[in-house]
């Protein structure tokens, strides 16, 4: 079974940069960042699968990038240009099916095919972006 956990959140003002980091324990074929904002719901802000390929929400894409040390089993997000809408909880998140082909990996997020309980979760890691 897969457990992930995260760090690396905090506060910055808008323009500012953080790294998040996941250590996943066990082997994960699909990986993802999602973030929820108070009263909102669960979104995906990007997946990886074990093939290397990536997929970024609209709303990061260009700012955002997620990357994976493979030796350590870390998955990184590396947040530049912050904006105040980038507040949220970041979860780490290890899909549950292994294999799972880069299709159906970045599509697990999309709101029509998510489901959080194919899913393994971190805890979570605050991000507060002040303006």
């Known amino acids: 079974q897969v457990h992930p956990v995260e760090s690396g959140g905090g506060s910055v003002q808008a323009g500012g940069s953080l790294r998040l980091s996941c250590v996943i324990s066990g082997a994960a074929h699909c990986m993802a960042w999602f973030r929820q904002a108070s009263g909102q719901e669960r979104e995906g802000v990007v997946t990886m699968n074990a093939d290397g390929s990536t997929n970024y929400a609209d709303a990061v894409k260009g700012r955002f990038t997620s990357s994976l040390d493979n030796g350590q089993n870390i998955l990184y997000l590396q947040m530049d240009n912050l904006r105040s809408e980038d507040s949220a909880m970041y979860f780490c998140?290890?899909?549950?099916?292994?294999?799972?082909?880069?299709?159906?990996?970045?599509?697990?997020?999309?709101?029509?095919?998510?489901?959080?309980?194919?899913?393994?979760w971190g805890q979570g890691t605050q991000v507060t972006v002040s303006s």
């Open positions: 998140a290890a899909h549950i099916a292994s294999p799972l082909s880069a299709s159906l990996c970045h599509g697990a997020t999309k709101p029509r095919f998510f489901f959080p309980s194919l899913w393994s």
